[in-house]
């Protein structure tokens, strides 16, 4: 079996066409594979399990055991830089992903494919074959923000902890990608295909614009904010449109929201501050404020017990430093903001 071969049996294993003796293959070019074969078998892994329907279907241990064996074997024997850089972010999720090759001894799966574009609640969806674009949290000063330039010549901006899927080519009578983080859009005008980003518990939807996106999921909202041209905002119950200047903010439904978008004036310049490694926040929680101290220099965040969530104003600048920052936290919101000894965990306390 080739790796074309073995890509071809990951599609048709969701749908159940192949033999015990083709299965049986598969398995052994596995155990065989370079690091640039296991990285191509991982995106279609990965692409299956995002766009194929296997709720309730989890990996079995057998499974799990026999690519954890790979992963290891490829970690310890081939350098870093033959791998790429992201393997070691997506080992777990590559493992999740095998749920699509669950090993069912005398079983049935039944699979069913998302032939369409929306789901049942009418929320578009990505193709099923795309590409992973990660800007990692800590990352350098200098390589703060991630470019991308999708198929279409649209340009997208990512911020720290930030991941965007997208597909290779947009295909059909929409361009969809999908967001976990924060991004700055710069889409081509196309009126006979509109653009839409997938964020948690909402969709972005625009023909050519410049806009902001900050849907980060550890924090309780996502925001958008417009900075020219028109954008649709659909939540799971409402839809508004914005105009230049504005920001929607969308709390998440696991927050207990029913997915009011709440519209507001703000400023643009302060918005975009992230671009150059800076957060400006204007009465700000103290634990979103640390969120983005987490996102910039990679490091736990710890509230001892009773911590108020305490609003200030000021700027997290990656150009400070921890320390810096750290400082001008304790003074702007009034709360004992300590780093361990090693360096690696923040602790926040009254």
Not at 217 to 233: F, N, Q
Not at 279 to 285: I, L, P
């Amino acid at each position: 079996m080739n790796l074309k071969e073995a890509k071809q049996f990951v599609a048709d294993f969701v749908t159940g066409d192949h033999t015990p003796e083709e299965y049986a293959a598969f398995l052994r070019w596995l155990r065989g594979a370079t690091a640039q074969e296991l990285n191509a078998i991982a995106d279609e892994h990965e692409s299956m399990h995002e766009h194929w329907d296997v709720a309730g279907l989890v990996p079995s241990e057998e499974w799990k055991g026999r690519l954890e064996a790979e992963l290891d074997r490829m970690e310890k024997e081939v350098p870093v830089r033959e791998i790429g850089e992201n393997w070691f972010m997506r080992r777990k999720s590559w493992v999740a992903a095998a749920s699509v090759a669950v090993v069912l001894a005398g079983g049935a799966i039944l699979f069913t494919q998302h032939k369409a574009m929306k789901d049942d609640s009418g929320r578009p969806e990505l193709l099923a074959v795309v590409k992973t674009v990660v800007n990692p949290s800590g990352a350098e000063e200098k390589q703060l923000v991630k470019q991308v330039v999708l198929s279409d010549g649209s340009k997208v901006s990512l911020n720290v902890a930030s991941t965007l899927k997208y597909p290779e080519t947009f295909s059909g009578a929409g361009r969809i990608v999908e967001l976990s983080g924060e991004a700055y859009f710069e889409v081509v005008p196309d009126a006979s295909k509109p653009f839409r980003v997938l964020i948690k518990d909402a969709v972005v939807q625009v023909l050519g614009t410049h806009f902001n996106v900050r849907a980060y999921a550890d924090e309780p909202a996502s925001r958008t904010i417009l900075i020219d041209g028109s954008v649709e905002m659909k939540s799971q119950s409402e839809t508004a449109v914005l105009k230049p200047g504005q920001q929607a903010e969308i709390a998440y439904a696991s927050t207990g929201a029913g997915g009011e978008i709440v519209k507001s004036e703000v400023d643009v310049n302060a918005v975009m501050g992230w671009m150059k490694g800076d957060f400006k926040y204007t009465d700000e929680g103290i634990y979103t404020v640390m969120q983005v101290i987490s996102r910039y220099f990679n490091v736990h965040i710890q509230f001892d017990p009773g911590v108020p969530n305490k609003k200030g104003s000021g700027i997290v600048s990656k150009s400070n430093g921890l320390q810096g920052n750290l400082s001008l936290i304790r003074s702007s919101m009034g709360l004992n903001v300590s780093l361990s000894s090693d360096e690696k965990t923040v602790r926040v306390s009254l």
